[in-house]
């Protein structure tokens, strides 16, 4: 595993738990609603530009995301 994925998976962790946090939700709940709305694959696609900002900044954005996509969280 090179330095950058290790980068981004790092960048997951953190605001998945961040998400955990938040939103008052169970790890299993949370790690659903990343699965099925793709907030992963979100995270990785678009880490280029996420990690110039602060892990807060990154779950605000998921969260317009997801209101987006009609989820309250």
């Known amino acids: ?5 290790i980068d981004i998976e790092d960048m997951q962790c ?3 738990r961040m998400a955990q ?5 169970p790890a299993k709940k949370c790690a659903k609603l990343f699965k099925e709305y793709d907030i ?3 995270i990785e696609e678009c880490y ?3 990690h ?3 892990y807060n900044c990154v779950l605000n954005d998921i969260e317009v995301l ?8």
Do not use: A, P
Not at 21 to 25: D, F, Y
């Open 52 to 54: 110039l900002n602060s």
């Open 66 to 73: 997801l209101k987006n996509k009609g989820v309250t969280v």
């Open 40 to 42: 992963w694959e979100f």
């Open 14 to 16: 953190w605001v998945f």
């Open 21 to 25: 946090t938040r939103w008052k939700m």
């Open 1 to 5: 595993m090179n330095e950058r994925n």
């Open 48 to 50: 280029d530009i996420l």
